[in-house]
């Protein structure tokens, strides 16, 4: 649905529920209220051998738990630096990690959720030093179905793909200020309802919870059904 139609169907909730005697909603049973996704955020590189493996698990876990419930999102891992001139922001794998993750996050800004992740999937799909690189991105982003100009994407990201424009830099500075205050401090670093439960450095480490596909998807189910207790 577009917003548009999103907002007159839930207009239309809203109305049919006035119309209905309040006794019958007046409990938490409600049918009409939205349900809490578990947030789940990676802390990546984009050009990161740790990261790719990462986002290929979630993936699989994504699909497992189904979409609806999870709110996924990768935070990138790298230091702000006044004397970059490029970026304002050294990455571990260069430059064209910078522009790779500035890609992503305006991307994950301008296109839907589903465009975004395939878009990301995309790029890792053609190995770990083509992500960044303008050619990929802009076929990438053909593939991923998302409207390049018309978007958004184009403008935050700059003309040349360089990932160089300022509004996606801002988006870079602040996706790592972000993973500083939450604690990220290597990638891949996986948080599922804002709690480290593990990180991949090499190989799997700090992983109480297990670090099969399977052991991600119950601990995103029992946060989903904490998250949502009380709720229909
Ligand atoms: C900051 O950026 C400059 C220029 O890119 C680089 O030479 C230097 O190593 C960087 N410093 C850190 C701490 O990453």
């Given at each position: 649905m577009t917003v548009s139609q999103t907002i007159a169907f839930l207009s239309a909730i809203v109305a049919f529920a006035n119309a209905v005697p309040s006794a019958v909603y007046?409990?938490?049973?409600?049918?009409?209220q939205e349900h809490i996704r578990v947030p789940v955020e990676l802390g990546v590189m984009s050009r990161c051998p740790d990261a790719l493996l990462c986002e290929s698990v979630f993936d699989q876990v994504v699909k497992q738990v189904g979409p609806q419930k999870v709110d996924l999102s990768l935070i990138y891992v790298a230091t702000l630096n006044?004397?970059?001139?490029?970026?304002g922001i050294t990455c571990m794998h260069g430059p064209g990690e910078c522009a790779g993750n500035v890609q992503q996050l305006c991307v994950a800004k301008y296109a839907s959720p589903s465009a975004w992740w395939k878009f990301v999937q995309c790029q890792n799909s053609h190995g770990r030093?083509?992500?960044?690189i303008p050619d990929l991105t802009l076929q990438c982003a053909r593939a991923a179905n998302i409207d390049w100009e018309g978007s958004g994407v184009a403008s935050c990201i700059g003309p040349d793909v360089s990932g160089k424009a300022e509004e996606g830099k801002e988006l870079l500075r602040q996706s790592a200020l972000l993973g500083k205050s939450l604690g990220i401090e290597k990638s891949c670093t996986v948080l599922i309802n804002r709690k480290k439960v593990c990180v991949h450095d090499g190989t799997w480490q700090e992983c109480d919870g297990g670090h099969d596909v399977e052991d991600f998807v119950q601990r995103i189910n029992s946060e989903y059904e904490s998250l949502n207790a009380g709720r229909n």
């Amino acid at each position: 649905m577009t917003v548009s139609q999103t907002i007159a169907f839930l207009s239309a909730i809203v109305a049919f529920a006035n119309a209905v005697p309040s006794a019958v909603y007046h409990d938490s049973q409600s049918p009409f209220q939205e349900h809490i996704r578990v947030p789940v955020e990676l802390g990546v590189m984009s050009r990161c051998p740790d990261a790719l493996l990462c986002e290929s698990v979630f993936d699989q876990v994504v699909k497992q738990v189904g979409p609806q419930k999870v709110d996924l999102s990768l935070i990138y891992v790298a230091t702000l630096n006044s004397t970059d001139t490029e970026f304002g922001i050294t990455c571990m794998h260069g430059p064209g990690e910078c522009a790779g993750n500035v890609q992503q996050l305006c991307v994950a800004k301008y296109a839907s959720p589903s465009a975004w992740w395939k878009f990301v999937q995309c790029q890792n799909s053609h190995g770990r030093y083509q992500v960044g690189i303008p050619d990929l991105t802009l076929q990438c982003a053909r593939a991923a179905n998302i409207d390049w100009e018309g978007s958004g994407v184009a403008s935050c990201i700059g003309p040349d793909v360089s990932g160089k424009a300022e509004e996606g830099k801002e988006l870079l500075r602040q996706s790592a200020l972000l993973g500083k205050s939450l604690g990220i401090e290597k990638s891949c670093t996986v948080l599922i309802n804002r709690k480290k439960v593990c990180v991949h450095d090499g190989t799997w480490q700090e992983c109480d919870g297990g670090h099969d596909v399977e052991d991600f998807v119950q601990r995103i189910n029992s946060e989903y059904e904490s998250l949502n207790a009380g709720r229909n």
